[in-house]
């Protein structure tokens, strides 16, 4: 069974940084793709930014690319976000793929961590 366990959340003003981490454990983590996903009130669970197994390749939304980064390690994946907007609030998902190739869709992701709260204040 697969773990993912995010950390770093937290209330920040808008324009400051948050480094949020994903700790996996459970299987080979080095071999899939990792994703982030964030969740707003009231809205669908949306794509944010997506690393393949190798951290070769990367993908991001429209609306995060230039502010966040994805990258990874061999046991954790990371999202720095900077620049941060009060439209960033939301709960945000580590997700674990079932293929290498970072996709920018749920259902390339079979294992999901609990979310961590991010609060963008302006």
């Known amino acids: 069974q697969v773990q993912l366990v995010e950390s770093g959340g937290g209330l920040v003003q808008a324009g400051g940084s948050l480094r949020l981490s994903c700790a996996a454990s459970g299987r080979a983590f080095s071999m899939y793709a990792m994703g982030w996903f964030r969740q707003a009130p009231e809205k669908e669970r949306e794509f944010v930014a997506a690393?393949?197994?190798?951290?070769?390749s990367t993908r991001y939304t429209d609306s995060v690319k230039g502010r966040f980064t994805i990258s990874r390690d061999n046991t954790k994946v990371y999202l720095q976000m900077n620049s941060l907007k009060p439209e960033d609030t939301a709960v945000y998902y580590c997700?674990?793929?079932?293929?290498?190739?970072?996709?920018?869709?749920?259902?390339?992701?079979?294992?999901w961590g609990q979310g961590t709260q991010v609060t963008v204040s302006s």
């Open positions: 690393v393949g197994w190798d951290g070769g």
């Open positions: 997700a674990s793929g079932q293929y290498r190739t970072a996709l920018a869709f749920a259902g390339g992701y079979n294992y």
